[in-house]
């Protein structure tokens, strides 16, 4: 997997970090996500969810977001909201700077 973000912006805004559930894969994110958070001016990261269970795949999350510089928003869909709450949840100084851990649904995202 290739974990650095497709597109290197710089920016003040954070990176918006995208994780997929176990019933779809990233594509899940390009019906107008993506585009419309690069519109917006923000970094964009599709974190390629390998389901391997909770804990390999946080820590698979964890090795991509030790790539990115700066401000972090992981945006999680179904599953993916366990990964990302075990993956981003690390004390403070000793991972990304997570600025929050919003969770997708079909309409809307649930905070």
Not at 50 to 59: E, F, S, T, W, Y
Not at 91 to 104: I, V
Request: glycine residues 14%; hydrophobic residues 35%.
């Amino acid at each position: 997997m290739n974990t650095e973000p497709t597109t290197k912006i710089e920016s003040t805004k954070p990176t918006i970090v995208l994780v997929h559930g176990a019933v779809e894969d990233s594509s899940l994110w390009t019906h107008g996500v993506i585009q419309g958070l690069q519109r917006a001016g923000y970094p964009v990261a599709c974190f390629s969810n390998p389901l391997r269970g909770v804990a390999n795949d946080a820590a698979y999350l964890r090795s991509l977001l030790d790539t990115i510089k700066g401000p972090v928003i992981l945006v999680s869909h179904a599953y993916g909201g366990a990964v990302i709450t075990q993956g981003g949840g690390r004390p403070q100084g000793q991972g990304p700077d997570l600025r929050g851990l919003p969770y997708a649904r079909r309409r809307g995202i649930y905070q």
